[in-house]
């Protein structure tokens, strides 16, 4: 069982659609942290929450982390090619202070 | 600054082999953390190691182990390599204070032939 799932598993949609993508647990996380990784290379770190109800931009990335810091959100408005990757949340797990990611979302933008 | 190397990018061997895969965190990390990732899944969780210690190890065999060095560098080591263990392995550079952002390496593309 995950501890953070993330959902939709793959995404495919068309260069100016906006999308929203979703990492939920039923534990709190004291933050979570959203990554971008394209293949072949490791993860970039985009942003952390830590406040729940907090909201962050990144230009068309909007990061949202849930009042009850159990779950996060990342929507991207009119999507672009650049944006294709796999999009992971993680987070401290609090009994063993471990940093686990949920399994992901793959994301493809077609011109 | 730079950033979380690891060495080789690219590993290539026999089953029932031994690999060795190296990390050097960014300057000031005293955390690093190892992954697998095999081809299209996500991260599972290896190894962490904190100020020279293994804090604590993901659900994979012993075959699995590694250390973090008086300079936090880090090795891992995989003995009797099996054929399933062909994956991209990632290190994460984390400085251990505040949130836990995790700073990747490129990944050391293991293939076990």
């Known amino acids: 069982t995950q501890l953070l799932e993330q959902s939709p598993q793959f995404l495919s949609i068309q260069e100016g659609e906006n999308l929203t993508v979703y990492c939920n647990s039923s534990s709190v996380f004291s933050s979570l942290q959203w990554y971008r990784q394209e293949p072949g290379e490791g993860p970039v770190l985009l942003v952390t929450v830590v406040t729940g109800g907090e909201v962050k931009k990144l230009k068309r990335l909007t990061f949202q982390f849930g009042d009850a810091r159990k779950d996060s959100s990342l929507h991207i408005t009119a999507a672009q090619p650049g944006d294709t990757g796999l999009y992971l949340c993680?987070?401290?797990?609090?009994?063993?202070?471990?940093?686990?990611f949920g399994s992901g979302t793959r994301l493809s933008i077609r011109p | 600054e730079a950033g979380v190397t690891q060495s080789p990018t690219h590993l290539i061997k026999t089953r029932g082999q031994q690999a060795t895969l190296r990390c050097s965190p960014i300057?000031?990390?005293?955390?690093v953390y190892w992954y697998q990732q095999a081809l299209g899944l996500g991260l599972q969780f290896l190894l962490w190691?904190?100020?020279?210690?293994?804090?604590n190890r993901g659900n994979f065999p012993p075959r699995f182990s590694g250390r973090q060095f008086p300079n936090y560098s880090s090795e891992l080591n995989v003995n009797a390599l099996e054929l399933e263990d062909s994956a991209l392995y990632l290190c994460a550079s984390i400085q251990g204070r505040g949130p836990a952002e995790a700073f990747f390496g490129q990944g050391t593309r293991l293939t076990v032939v």
């Open positions: 993680a987070g401290p797990y609090s009994s063993a202070s471990k940093i686990i």
């Open positions: 190691y904190d100020e020279g210690e293994e804090r």
């Open positions: 300057s000031g990390h005293t955390s």
